[in-house]
């Protein structure tokens, strides 16, 4: 099956810092990533739709300008939390679809996010 | 946009039983019914999916059933074991948003030896 990896996967930072995500498509090029957060014992959250070589698409409520994505290749995609704060404490997953079969999501291992 | 509510949030069974999760979604143009289990701290695990031109399916101890009609699916599994103990997720992806899922809010197994 297909591989997705991150990195890393478990951060702890301080307040203020920002932190950058690594999701790799291992297997297939993905034109299309997917960004999702999940808090302890809830549900996971789509935050954005990562594009390769083009802008983002946020969820509502999802600040874009706190949480920059880039797909700058149809392998790699990041997500940088920037001037983190203890809400944003978080299981960050991405996603992938393989191009030949667009609706099965193949998903990284999760980066774990502590800010202190 | 798209709603995926899931029941129930917490199910104890003892071994060897049956145990049904079941998920309503609203949006008629979603095609796709996945379902996951996700173990503390792991990334969620496909165990399962459906797609809207059938009606059921089945893997072993694991069956889905897809009623579109009434926009539902269900997730069944049969002679439980302590293994099955996990949260499970269902979820619908949506076409216009380029096969993202959205999930359910989980439910919680528990399967007692």
Known sequence: G????????????????????????????????????????????????SNEGSKATYEQGVEKDKFLINHASLTLSTLTVTSAHPEDSSFYICSTSDPRRTDTQYFGPGTRLTVL | GENVEQHPSTLSVQEGDSAVIKCTYSDSASNYFPWYKQELGKRPQLIIDIRSNVGEKKDQRIAVTLNKTA?????????????????????????DSGYALNFGKGTSLLVTP
Do not use: N
Request: hydrophobic share 40%.
């Open chain 2, 71 to 95: 926009k539902h699916f269900s997730l069944h599994i049969t002679e439980t074991q302590p293994e099955d103990s996990a949260v499970y997720f269902c979820a619908a992806s949506i076409k």
């Open chain 1, 2 to 49: 297909a591989v997705v990896s991150q990195h890393p996967s478990r951060v702890i930072c301080k307040s203020g810092t920002s932190v950058k995500i690594e999701c790799r498509s291992l297997d297939f090029q993905a034109t299309t990533m997917f960004w999702y957060r999940q808090f302890p014992k809830q549900s996971l959250m789509l935050m954005a739709t």
